[in-house]
């Protein structure tokens, strides 16, 4: 099993830029695929970034592509969310999750990310 807690969203004007870290519980960091899922006011949650366990691949949605950068540190158990070119379609919670599977088991709290034009 494996806890995360994400941090550094906020406020920020159109253009600007937020890095959001997911910090994981547990020795067992590395095993897991990572993944970034937004959700805005009225809309369902959606994929937003995923990277598998060794850091090698990436995915994102089209919507963020040349935007956005996921990347994690296996040693300080940290997944990360850089995000560039922000616009106020990028305002969401913003969750991290883990999975082994097929699908992800594991859930943050999630962090506000506000982009005002």
């Known amino acids: 099993q494996v806890q995360l807690v994400e941090s550094g969203g906020g406020l920020v004007q159109a253009g600007g830029s937020l890095r959001l870290s997911c910090a994981a519980s547990g020795r067992t960091f590395s095993t897991y695929g990572m993944g970034w899922f937004r959700q805005a006011p009225g809309k369902e949650r959606e994929f937003v970034a995923s990277i598998i366990p060794s850091g090698g691949s990436t995915s994102y949605v089209d919507s963020v592509k040349g935007r956005f950068t996921i990347s994690r540190d296996n040693a300080k158990n940290t997944l990360y969310l850089q995000m560039n070119s922000l616009k106020p379609e990028d305002t969401a919670v913003y969750y991290c999750?883990?999975?082994?599977?097929?699908?992800?088991?594991?859930w943050g709290q999630g962090t506000q990310v506000t982009v005002s034009s």
């Open positions: 999750a883990a999975r082994r599977g097929g699908w992800y088991d594991y």
